[in-house]
């Protein structure tokens, strides 16, 4: 059984996450939204995000400003504010402490996450959530799918990340869930163990290397 886990990083956008909410629900999925701190400050974008939340979604840390990988640096005062001040703007609307860092187009490796980091977010008993397919949905707004379906194939479980941000490849999320739907895949709200080396600050898992 081929599992399926949907995860959408940088938006809320006002332009384009009632649209996602509103085929989500339609399909009766769920996912989890890793939010920006910085963009959780405009109020229309934080009620986007309130409601996400209220229809079942999990919301998640996605770094304050969305502009330093984590595996440059050691600082620990850059560390703190791009994951603790991030977690302090999402307040009430995190979903336990879910961080996703930020990876420079979704590549997995040592630049994602430094010694201070990992220290910071064991300390902060956070839950660092990873992924397994990236399909550059901002790059090809309408060919995305493809090999989104691509790596749901090759693998047991998929965690995708996609961008729920005004780039038009959002249009095509229902033909995505369809074809995989009728390809039998199984949606999970859960995160495959594999895409989650750290659980509520313990290391149980590989980190990017």
Same mark, same amino acid.
């Given at each position: 059984?081929?599992?399926?886990?949907?995860?959408?990083?940088?938006?809320?956008?006002?332009?384009?996450?009632?649209?996602?909410?509103?085929?989500?629900?339609?399909?009766?999925v769920t996912a989890t939204f890793f939010v920006c701190g910085r963009d959780v400050a405009e109020p229309?974008r934080r009620d986007l995000v309130a409601r996400a939340k209220a229809a079942g979604h999990r919301i998640?840390?996605?770094?304050?400003?969305?502009?330093?990988?984590?595996?440059?640096?050691?600082?620990?005062?850059v560390v703190a504010r791009e994951i603790g001040d991030a977690q302090d703007a999402l307040g009430d609307?995190?979903?336990?402490?879910?961080?996703?860092?930020?990876?420079?187009?979704?590549?997995?490796?040592?630049?994602?996450?430094?010694?201070?980091?990992?220290?910071?977010?064991?300390?902060?008993?956070?839950?660092?959530?990873?992924?397994?397919?990236?399909?550059?949905?901002?790059?090809?707004?309408?060919?995305?799918?493809?090999?989104?379906?691509?790596?749901?194939?090759?693998?047991?479980?998929?965690? +995708?990340?996609?961008?729920? +941000?005004?780039?038009?490849?959002?249009?095509?999320?229902?033909?995505?869930?369809?074809?995989?739907?009728?390809?039998?895949?199984?949606?999970?709200?859960?995160?495959?163990?594999?895409?989650?080396?750290?659980?509520?600050?313990? +290391?149980?898992?590989?980190?990017?290397?």
């Amino acid at each position: 059984m081929r599992r399926l886990t949907l995860s959408f990083d940088n938006g809320p956008s006002r332009a384009v996450t009632p649209g996602v909410l509103d085929v989500l629900a339609s399909y009766g999925v769920t996912a989890t939204f890793f939010v920006c701190g910085r963009d959780v400050a405009e109020p229309a974008r934080r009620d986007l995000v309130a409601r996400a939340k209220a229809a079942g979604h999990r919301i998640g840390n996605h770094t304050l400003t969305h502009t330093i990988e984590l595996g440059t640096t050691d600082d620990a005062t850059v560390v703190a504010r791009e994951i603790g001040d991030a977690q302090d703007a999402l307040g009430d609307l995190a979903t336990e402490r879910f961080f996703r860092p930020y990876g420079a187009g979704g590549v997995l490796g040592p630049r994602l996450l430094g010694r201070e980091a990992v220290r910071y977010l064991c300390d902060g008993a956070y839950t660092c959530v990873l992924w397994n397919s990236v399909p550059r949905d901002w790059e090809d707004p309408e060919g995305w799918p493809e090999r989104a379906l691509a790596d749901v194939e090759r693998q047991d479980w998929t965690l +995708v990340v996609l961008h729920d +941000v005004p780039t038009g490849a959002m249009d095509a999320l229902p033909r995505f869930l369809n074809r995989a739907r009728h390809a039998g895949v199984t949606f999970a709200s859960e995160l495959p163990p594999s895409c989650v080396p750290i659980v509520r600050g313990e +290391v149980v898992g590989p980190l990017p290397a």
